[in-house]
């Protein structure tokens, strides 16, 4: 199951950055430790909803997994699970 999930946010996250910008095409995203989200995140707050949003219909067309990714364990945690691609992977397997 995790292959199947670092597929979806590795598609989602690459549909996002080329919308964003030519430049972040050559960018090696699928790297588990490419920040998404903070001080040297490659996504500001916006891209960063639009990633969550088409992630969860990610998960809900491809493995008929209705899950929501912010709620109340998400907002509560030390480390945001949004940080970096493999903290998102690992969240999104904690959930499902």
Request: proline fraction near 1%; hydrophobic fraction near 40%; charged fraction near 25%.
């Amino acid at each position: 199951m995790t292959s199947q999930i670092e597929k979806i946010v590795s598609d989602s996250l690459g549909e996002i950055l080329a919308g964003l910008n030519e430049e972040f095409s050559s960018l090696d995203y699928k790297s588990d430790d490419t920040v998404l989200f903070g001080g040297d995140g490659v996504l500001d707050s916006i891209s960063l909803v639009s990633l969550i949003l088409l992630v969860e219909e990610k998960l809900q067309n491809e493995l008929k997994t209705d899950i929501l990714l912010v709620n109340e364990k998400a907002m509560s945690q030390k480390n945001s699970p949004f940080r970096t691609f493999n903290s998102f992977v690992t969240y999104i397997n904690s959930l499902i």
